[in-house]
């Protein structure tokens, strides 16, 4: 099975950088998600990272080391609307037939505050 | 703008009523995904189909839930009989595989079941 931690809670200031550290422990790992959600709406994805290094889109960027099991999400220029949760998703080769199941952390609640 | 559905939005039951909830997957995907998620839990995996077949529902309480797919347009999820502890969102995610080695989900907005 997988352990996915993440903070349970986060607060920054409107216009600066935050970011969301997700560490996970798995056996085959392929490949590392980041999805935002909404209070009340679905998950909606951000980013994905298989290869070690920085995936940059936009204001966000995410970064993987495989090795140390860490990942972690960027946001910069930070915006009200950004207050939402952010999950850390893992998909692991062992997980089951086909192994296209997620499994997600808990999730971060980031609140932007002016 | 190709999206996933699900029905009903809000569901309010007694205990031991039975709750039915259906999901359209995005035309074309192949995998289905059912989670439900709550405060203390987070998202957990109920069932995966994939090509309809369901291939993994460890995650389901089997004395109760039931999950299908009669159609590549339709999947359901089935809880009789509904408790308490039920209570909580319910997403279906749909996704393509397509052995380019990329894969993302995508969620449909969810349902809020609550048991009395």
């Known amino acids: 099975g997988q352990n996915i931690d993440q903070p349970t809670e986060m607060t920054a200031t409107e216009g600066a950088i935050v970011q969301i550290n997700c560490t996970y422990q798995t056996s085959g790992f392929n490949g590392l998600f980041w999805y935002q959600q909404h209070a009340g709406e679905a998950p909606t994805f951000l980013s994905y990272?298989?290869?070690?290094g920085l995936e940059e889109k936009g204001r966000f960027s995410s970064f993987l080391s495989r090795s140390k099991g860490y990942s972690y999400l960027l946001l910069k220029e930070l915006q009200m609307k950004d207050s939402a949760s952010y999950l850390c998703?893992?998909?692991?080769?062992?997980?089951?037939?086909?192994?296209?199941?997620?499994?997600f952390g808990k999730g971060t609640k980031l609140s932007v505050i002016p | 703008d190709a999206r996933v559905t699900q029905t009903p939005r809000h569901k309010v039951t007694e205990m031991g009523q039975e709750v039915t909830m259906r999901c359209q997957p995005i035309l074309g995907h192949n995998t289905v995904f059912w989670y439900r998620q709550t405060m203390m839990q987070g998202l957990e995996l109920l069932a995966y189909?994939?090509?309809?077949?369901?291939?993994?529902d460890s995650g389901m309480p089997k004395d109760r839930f039931s999950a299908e797919m009669p159609d590549a347009t339709l999947a359901t999820l089935k809880i009789q009989p509904s408790e308490p502890r039920d209570s909580a969102v319910y997403f279906c995610?749909?996704?393509?595989?397509?052995?380019?080695?990329?894969?993302?989900?995508?969620f449909g907005p969810g349902t809020r079941l609550t048991v009395t």
């Open positions: 990272n298989v290869l070690d």
């Open positions: 995610a749909s996704g393509l595989v397509s052995g380019q080695g990329y894969y993302e989900q995508y």
């Open positions: 189909f994939r090509n309809r077949a369901p291939l993994d």
């Open positions: 998703a893992v998909r692991d080769l062992n997980s089951g037939a086909g192994s296209y199941q997620l499994t």
